[in-house]
């Protein structure tokens, strides 16, 4: 709405810099005081050894939760408001937008329920949106990727088969890393400034990038009151749109497979988990008796580690691994 009036006078880069600008305040005001028909975090349990339900986490027991809604709704306004969008020409777009806040609106629910909904209900809803997702993606985009040096187009069925894996993956992993203060939003910054340098130069990449960087700011917002000790924590109404949007970035990019590096720190804290509890209950096999999943829980109660030092190393390694994806995507594109 406001882009046809801002760009008579600014470049896109600054119209976007101003939506970011000002999704970054209306987040940071409102996630001071939070509405008060947000939840309240229940507590995470666990069962131990011995069957008993043990709660873990318990300093997060009673915070605003769900705040994620906010984050969603603000960061999908913003856009709306500011960021050229013509229907036209971008139904792909819209459509990813709707998909999103219908995303968020799941985990919403969830976050709002007396008992969480089951495994298997979220692992249902989860597969129909990536589906939905990697249908309209496919519908309007050509299914050429690169590899390192190489180019070459997946069969239409393949493609969808492989992105509903990377979407349902992708929203999973970041949903099991979002358990200490300020981690999941923090990679989650990193990550997306690393699409914004990497791809932000490509003109099919730009209303991505640009939408990406006002998630950014809207979780920098959250961030000033989700770092340790936080008073607002974002759900699964947060974590999951993060998840699916960041699998939609690397489909768009034409590097889907870069998703493996780029969010590695994602895979390995969140996804680790997910792959213990298949092998249990498949072959009752458990090569991680000895550690504790997600790894944040490990490095926090087995390694004492403070909740700000974990921030801070998967901070340092999701830059390092930015810094790894951004010099191979250099290399080979020459």
Known sequence: MFYDMLSKHFSDKIIVLIASAVAFFITFILMAKPFGFLPRDG????????GNRVEVNKASSGKVTGVGLLLVIIWIVSAVLFLPLHWATQKDYVIYLVLAFIMMLTGYLDDCAKAPWGELVKGLLDFVLALAAALVFVKFNDTNVSFFKWNFNIPVWLYVILAVALIWGSINVTNCSDGVDGL?????????????????????????????????FV?????????????VLMGDAGSRTI??????????SGHPFAFLLLSLVFIIDGGLGLVKLTLLRTIHADPFKNIRLPLHDHMRKNKNWSIPKIVIFFALCQIVMSVITGVIIHVFSR
């Open 219 to 231: 979780l920098v917002g959250y961030l000033a009151y989700n770092w340790n000790p936080s008073t």
């Open 43 to 50: 507590g995470k349990f666990v069962t131990d050894k011995d």
């Open 243 to 252: 998840g699916f949007f960041l699998a939609l970035l690397a489909m768009k």
């Open 184 to 216: 999941c939003g923090t990679v989650t910054v990193i990550e997306l400034f690393t699409f914004s340098v990497i791809f932000g130069k490509d003109s099919y990449m730009t209303s991505y990038t640009a939408l990406g960087t006002v998630m950014a």
